[in-house]
């Protein structure tokens, strides 16, 4: 392995590395270079949508932080496809508004939510890296844009939707076209590549070099990182494994006994070889559908 120059992957450093609060301008680095405005972490934010599960070890990471406004970043990094995905983001956004709001309070404590997923495989279609949606109400007649007037202390104060309406970020990493031109290229370059300028200067990435380094991380997280990379690879390979028998068994029709055997046999190797990487069984029988006393036998 290259080890010179080689920086930890993000979705590996954001469920561990940036939860630590010495770490946190990595993170802040990009959200600052979405939003076009510096953002200072103060903390990070618990639920269950965001506690570190088996189910969750590589396939879905998110963490939830909140700025010196008051305001929710939530940043979750998607490796392989989800069905409803767009859904999960809604739900998630909606979990997070009602989690951190006490009950009998007033809605005006209601804080703002930015959803960031970065997406590590084909979400829709269009041509884009980066994928921005808010809520604005707009007239239907009028084309101008709607005010809301609040009384608070006896100040009439005006609120845009969007100033209090989540706003939703989706990074399609697949898309990047690898030429880092502007800051958040830069972070493209990273988040698909693992590549960090040596003169940096963009939001987050400085820190990263710093603080993402895989030589400085100790001998138990870099074998913990390993096997984080080695368990990617095994459910590419099976997706991919997927995808091709599927196509070659719409080829074959009317050997429906012979389909079920090959699949069978491609399971067990497939758990074999994600057994011997030390994947946990949870997630073998959830990739090849065999039951743990059968994962055990192999």
């Known amino acids: 392995m290259d080890t010179e120059n080689k920086y930890v992957r993000f979705d590996w450093a954001v469920k561990r590395m940036l939860r630590d609060k010495a770490n946190f301008g990595v993170l802040e680095g990009l959200i600052t270079v979405l939003l076009g405005e510096t953002v200072h972490i103060v903390e990070l934010l618990e639920s269950e949508s965001n506690q570190e599960s088996e189910d969750d070890k590589f396939n879905r990471v998110d963490i939830k932080a909140k700025n010196d406004r008051g305001e929710i970043f939530i940043v ?17 956004v909606a979990k997070t508004l009602t989690e951190h709001i006490k009950l009998g309070r007033l809605y005006n404590e209601v804080k703002k939510v ?34 809301i007037s609040s009384k608070e202390n006896d100040v009439i104060k005006m609120r845009t939707p969007e100033q209090v309406f989540p706003e939703y970020y989706i990074i399609r990493v697949n898309e990047f076209n690898d030429v880092a031109k502007t800051p958040l290229e830069e972070w493209l370059d990273y988040l698909k590549n693992g ?22 991380m ?23 494994t997927a995808k091709v028998e599927g196509r070659a068994e719409g080829r074959a029709e009317g050997r429906a006994e012979g389909r079920a055997e090959g699949r069978a046999e491609t399971n067990m190797e497939n758990a074999r070889r994600m057994k011997s990487l030390g994947v946990d069984f949870s997630l073998i029988s959830k990739v090849t559908g065999l039951s743990p006393d059968e994962i055990e036998s192999l």
């Open 76 to 92: 979750e990094v998607q490796l392989t496809r989800r069905l409803y995905y767009l859904e999960r983001i809604l739900y998630g």
């Open 114 to 147: 930015y959803s960031i997923s970065i997406v590590y495989f084909d979400l829709g279609q269009g041509n884009d890296y980066l994928y921005h949606g808010q809520s604005t109400f707009k007239g239907v007649h009028t084309h101008d844009t709607l005010l």
């Open 195 to 216: 590549h960090i300028k040596d003169d940096t200067t963009t939001p987050g990435l400085s820190e990263a070099k710093e603080k993402l380094q895989y030589l400085s």
């Open 218 to 240: 100790n001998k138990a997280d870099r074998l913990a990182y390993e096997r984080h990379l080695d368990a990617i690879m095994v459910q590419e390979d099976v997706l991919n």
